[in-house]
């Protein structure tokens, strides 16, 4: 069958147009915060139609140990979103047990735990741009524990959990409890006795500028998102081969 070159073009350009319009579509249904190293749906609301994504701030006012909110109550499916402020901290999964201790130093079979990295940022509590994040995904209704292994951070409070009981034994209050005990402030790839943790990776200084976690689980980085082509990738391939039939 036989097109002319002005067809072939005008159907290209159609094809252009048409996902151009679609991606920027879907870029007005998502948004991250400048300088975040994870993607996801930022903002306390959730309009219809879009993931659910719950704000974490990580470090409070006055450089206090916190995360805000400790315990965040979510659903199958939800992202929660870690929003890092000065100095430098790290989100790291534990068990309840052992809140100071990566997940994956308990339960060698774990290998989907998550771990941010140290997040060393000037990024103050009132800050509104170029704060550096990480994001979750929500599997199930189960309790996710969490700390953040930078020095004693841990050990002087700051812990958190997905859907922690409110009563009985594994409440948010005894978690706290028991990191206060813990005789040692691991990240992931740190064996127990080599250490308390205190020290972010060498080499690293505050700023704004994400550092590419260590150990961290890159899925997990990106939300367990496929990769997208963007519509410049598809705008470029479009005027690419429209030029090359216009010389045909």
Not at 37 to 60: E, F, K, R
Not at 215 to 225: C, E, K, L, R, V
Request: charge should be neutral; hydrophobic fraction near 40%; aromatic fraction near 8%.
């Amino acid at each position: 069958m036989y097109f002319s070159r002005a067809a072939l073009v005008s159907a290209l350009m159609g094809f252009v147009a048409a996902q151009a319009s679609i991606d920027s579509i879907l870029a007005s249904e998502t948004a991250s915060a400048p300088g975040s190293m994870a993607t996801g749906v930022l903002g306390s609301t959730t309009p219809a139609g879009m993931l659910n994504t719950h704000i974490v701030t990580v470090g409070g006012p006055n450089g206090s140990l916190i995360f805000s909110p400790s315990n965040v109550k979510a659903q199958a499916g939800d992202l929660v979103q870690f929003q890092f402020h000065a100095k430098n901290h790290s989100v790291a999964q534990s068990t309840f047990n052992e809140p100071c201790v990566p997940i994956q130093n308990v339960m060698a079979n774990k290998t989907d735990a998550f771990f941010s990295g140290f997040m060393p940022t000037n990024a103050s509590f009132e800050s509104t741009t170029n704060i550096l994040t990480y994001t979750i995904r929500v599997k199930d209704d189960k309790p996710v524990w969490f700390y953040c292994s930078q020095g004693k951070h841990c050990q002087a409070g700051m812990v958190g959990a997905v859907n922690a009981p409110e009563s009985g034994n594994k409440t948010m209050a005894a978690f706290v409890a028991l990191a206060a005990q813990a005789p040692e402030n691991l990240s992931p790839s740190q064996a127990a006795g080599s250490g308390s943790g205190g020290a972010s990776p060498s080499g690293t200084s505050p700023s704004n500028t994400p550092i590419s976690p260590s150990g961290a689980n890159p899925a997990q980085q990106s939300t367990n998102a496929a990769p997208v082509i963007s519509s410049q990738s598809f705008f470029g391939l479009g005027a690419a081969a429209v030029a090359a039939f216009a010389i045909l």
